[in-house]
């Protein structure tokens, strides 16, 4: 099994290496790495080239829509089982990737849970709380969600309900595994192109032949809000019209 990991950057170089702390604990058989930056001006192109991370950059700022459907036609070109799309400003774990891996060997586009806040507009759906409410005032902070991670997985093998499906989801991490292409908006790009930073998972929905699934046991932490000022929140939550870079 071959997956491709595409981690999404547009500066913010502090959340790519907490990100990278986590992603470095990580084993997954067959798993590559890429970085595509949409032309970051902090020093995040110059610390992924140094690191020897695969990193694909460019000299004019394309958006995120741009980069995922860069991503895609590599998975899809070079027949790669698994996509993930990640953005940069997450924390990972090992438990929470191998039970995300094991969802998506049977179902074609699986994410994972996330703080309420971390999960975006989709809170009802990706947040652990609405799963596991007992949890709820444990998830202040990133340092927790290792623990978090392995409460969640606790419960999980308790119950034995692994994952659920759901109506929409965050672009923040999800994947994908080759079923996806049916999907595809055209022959070359899984997003309407014409999206450049928001929408992309509103319109992919309503091409997708089976609903997302959400893995009831894997938690990544999203840190939300990084890659956009604070005019894009109110009250804690977006306000999707006034976000320049959605995620």
Sequence with gaps: MKTLLAIT???QLKFTKLCINTLEKVRIPGLEII??????????????????????????P?????????????????????LILSN??????????????????????V???????????????????????????KMNGPESHVNIQSEILQKVN??????????????????MNRSIISSAYNENNLFNPK???????TDLLRRLKSKPIL???????HYKGVSFNKKGLKNGKDIRQNLNLYH
């Design 35 to 60: 970085f595509i930056d949409d032309v970051s001006t902090d020093g995040t192109v110059n610390f992924l080239k140094e690191s020897r991370w695969n990193l694909d950059s460019r000299k004019e």
């Design 111 to 137: 994410v994972p849970l996330s703080t309420r806040r971390g999960a975006g507009h989709n809170w009802k759906e990706q947040s652990a709380s609405t799963y596991y409410p007992s949890l709820r005032n």
């Design 9 to 11: 950057t547009y500066n």
């Design 195 to 201: 999206l450049t930073n928001v929408g992309q998972e």
């Design 88 to 109: 940069n400003d997450v924390l990972l774990t090992q438990q929470g990737i191998n039970e995300f891996m094991r969802i998506l060997k049977n179902n074609t586009l």
């Design 158 to 175: 308790l119950t034995k309900r692994r994952h659920r499906a759901i109506n929409n989801f965050n672009g923040f991490f999800f994947g």
């Design 215 to 221: 893995s009831l046991g894997c938690f990544v932490y």
């Design 62 to 82: 394309k958006g995120l829509t741009w980069s995922w459907n860069k991503a895609y036609r590599q998975f899809k070109n070079k027949n790669y089982d698994n």
